[in-house]
Structure formats: C-alpha cells, structure tokens
C-alpha cells in the first residue's frame, strides 16, 4: 500500500512506486534495501534504485552524526542530524533525474498491483523468511566481506611490531599520502584519513577508529576525551563537512559486494564507489569553502 501511494511521485523522479520500499529499508541498513529490489520487474527499475541506495543514511552512520553533532552543534544537534538525511534524499532524487536521463534509458513498467485485505503474518512465515535472507546474505556476501577484512586488518597491522592503526602502520601511512585530498575538505588530518578508510569496512567502526587514533580507551558517543580531541582537529564548519562526506561516500563493503550479487557483474560496484567519492568530495568541498567564504569556520 505504501508502494501504491507513493507511486506517482516515485514516477516523477524516475522511480518505480516499489523503489520506496527498498529506500525506506535502506534507512535501517542499504544491504536489505539493495536486496528487496528483486521485487522491481525491470532490470532499469533495479539497478536505478540500487545506484541510489546508499544515499539512504543507514543506521551505522548514526552514531557517526550523534558524536560530531553532539561535540560541535551541541544546541541544535537534532536538526544538524536531520538536515543529513534531508541532503541524502535530495542528493538521491537529483542523481535519479540524471541516471535516468543519460545512463539508465529503459522505460518504467507500469504499476499493476493486487491490494489485499490486511493479515497479521504468521510467526513461523516470518521467522523462515528471516533466515532465508540471513543465509542467502551470508552465503553470497560474506566471502566477499571476509577478503576485504583480511585486507584493512594487514593494513592495520604490518610492519609488524607497530601499534594496530597506528600512524606508523601500512594504514596510518597510506592515510598521511591521501589526506591532502581532504584538505579542500576541512579536515585534511590523517586521523580523519585513515578512519573514512577503515569506515569502507563498517561506517560504525569510523568511531572506534579515532579512539584507537587519539588513544581514548573507552570509546563512546559521549566520551568526553574523545570529544575534546576531536575538537582540536576540527571546527564546526570542517565537521559539518565530515558529516556530509561519511553520508556520501563508499558505502561499506557488504553493500558492495550485494551490488556484485545482485547485479552480477563488477561494473556496478565499481561504477559506484566512482561516482559516490566524487559526489561526496564535491558536496563536502562546497559546505566547506562555501562556509568560510560566508563567514561560518
């Protein structure tokens, strides 16, 4: 019934009516969300939702918004967290209209739709239905997903005898080489580097990370050391912009690896850590020198 309702504003922007439920999934985590495309009839229905998907701010970078807004935007921390998910929908609206009209050129099948009378599911359907997308997640993601986790914890750990992500190790150096890219940005630190690197592998985990960085033990969304660490390295304006960048860049590699799944093929995965680094990189790189030309810092 929602997918009914919302049919005909999805269809101004592109969208088949069934794409809102796989986008309101993706608020909860984009990997159910991708998965629950199977329902489109199309594969240009598919693989439009599944390209806008991760702009859906999903529940791993919550805790990402609550540390920095509650560090930095203390008496408006509501809205700063709310303006996130506003900009991640209107970023995910535009880039529709453009996948539709240059990369995606299919037309939308229409709406047809049988409207039950409502049913409470039973418990043992709802219970099997659970496991089945557990293991089919598990079965044909998680190869995938173990990799790249062998990957960032040799990046994390060699050469040996270094401090686990510390600035010495393979990661902490390849954050030291990368992180002028983040200059522009506002937060051109390597901490913040090697953090949005580990985030690849979970966005929760970017937390974790500037603990483990600034040697805060007990890390949590009110640690007060944390906090004060961190605001020796960012200013409100450069943190807003960090906030912006963690909602659009690469989603995390479970994400990724469903795209492969579902769309069998590399290009797609691929394609999208392309264009969601250069997306986040621009609209970053425009809250921040648009700020401090307006005066904000």
Known sequence: RGAYIMDRFMHKIGLHGKAFISLILGFGCNVPGIMATRTLETRKDRLLTILISPFMSCGARLPVYVLFAGAFFSAYQGWIIFSLYVLGIVVAIVLGFIFKKFLIKELSSPFVIELPQYHIPSLNGVLIHIWERVWLFISRAGTLILAFSIIVWALA?????????????????????????????????????????????????????????????????????????????????????????????????????????????????????????????????????????????
């Open 157 to 297: 750990s060699f050469p040996l005898g270094v401090e686990y992500g510390s600035k010495a190790s393979l990661a902490g150096l390849i954050g030291q080489k990368v992180s002028y890219v983040f200059k522009p940005l506002g937060f051109g630190n390597w901490r913040s580097s090697v953090a949005l690197m580990f985030g690849f592998f979970a966005k929760e985990v970017i937390i974790g990370t500037f603990g483990t960085l600034y040697g805060v033990t007990d890390v949590n969304t009110t640690d007060y050391a944390l906090i004060t660490a961190l605001q020796k390295d960012f200013t409100p304006l450069s943190a807003y912009s960090f906030m912006v960048f963690v909602l659009l860049y690469v989603p995390c590699m479970a994400v990724l690896a469903v795209v492969k799944r579902e769309t069998n093929s590399w290009k797609w995965p691929l394609f999208m850590i392309f264009y969601t680094s250069i997306v986040a990189w621009t609209a970053a790189f425009i809250i921040y020198q648009g700020g401090r030309l307006i005066g904000f810092s």
